[in-house]
């Protein structure tokens, strides 16, 4: 299975875009790349995904690499808000529920 | 949005209790899911549900077991709670059809003590 690697920790100065990368050197052909964030005493709240093209909604970016070994979460205009810890996610089949892991993530600071 | 709402945010109880967690979505999702969260463990499946009155095991169902009797509604039951499932727990719900995300609750925070 598809593993994630994300730094422990970034910083953000209130107003500025966020890029927050994941390495998923392993990932293979269908697996599709999640992003989740969990602020502080919530429930996980899904952000965005994709498979190789780039997506946007109205919360954030996603621009997953040509080779499609890493990722990066954009969100164009960060708030106070948007403090959490991120979560990238490699899923690995489309009905292996077992294998949708959360792991350590990215704790986002957005300083004012 | 979806919304999927758990009863408790905060729940007390004492070792050796039945403990009933409820969860309910109202976006007419098939699956649903209970997870739990701890420091350094991250979020680990209990149980799933991909319809009424089905179930599957998840890393980690022992101690645990689960009721759906309606599409909308995934209770996951403490048969005898112990201090060691003192957690944080999480329901999820998804659509069956494409690669969907899963749809979380803001979790109950339950302590057995």
């Known amino acids: 299975d598809a593993k994630t690697t994300q730094p422990p920790s970034m910083d953000c100065a209130e107003g500025r875009a966020a890029n927050l990368p994941c390495n998923h050197s392993t990932i293979s052909g269908n697996e599709y790349v999640y992003w989740y964030r969990q602020i502080h005493s919530q429930g996980p709240q899904y952000i965005i995904h994709g498979l190789k093209n780039n997506e946007t909604n109205e919360m954030a970016s996603l621009i997953i690499t040509e080779d499609r070994k890493s990722s990066t979460l954009i969100l164009p205009h960060a708030t106070l808000r948007d403090t959490a810890v991120y979560y990238c996610?490699?899923?690995?089949?489309?009905?292996?529920?077992?294998?949708?892991?959360f792991g350590s993530g990215t704790k986002l600071n957005v300083k004012p | 949005d979806v919304k999927v709402t758990q009863s408790s945010r905060y729940l007390v109880k004492r070792t050796g209790e039945k403990v009933f967690l409820e969860c309910v979505q109202d976006?007419?999702?098939?699956?649903m899911f209970w997870y739990r969260q701890d420091p350094g463990l991250g979020l680990r499946l209990i149980y799933f549900?991909?319809?009424?009155?089905?179930?599957e095991k998840g890393d980690i169902p022992e101690g645990y077991s689960v009721s759906r009797e309606k599409k909308e509604r995934f209770s996951l039951i403490l048969e005898s709670a112990s201090t060691n499932q003192t957690s944080m727990y999480l329901c999820?719900?998804?659509?069956?059809?494409?690669?969907?995300?899963?749809?979380f609750g803001d979790g109950t925070r339950l302590s057995i003590l």
């Open positions: 999820a719900s998804s659509l069956s059809r494409g690669h969907q995300p899963q749809h």
């Open positions: 976006m007419d999702h098939e699956n």
């Open positions: 549900s991909y319809d009424v009155k089905m179930k």
């Open positions: 996610i490699v899923r690995p089949n489309l009905y292996n529920f077992n294998k949708f892991y």
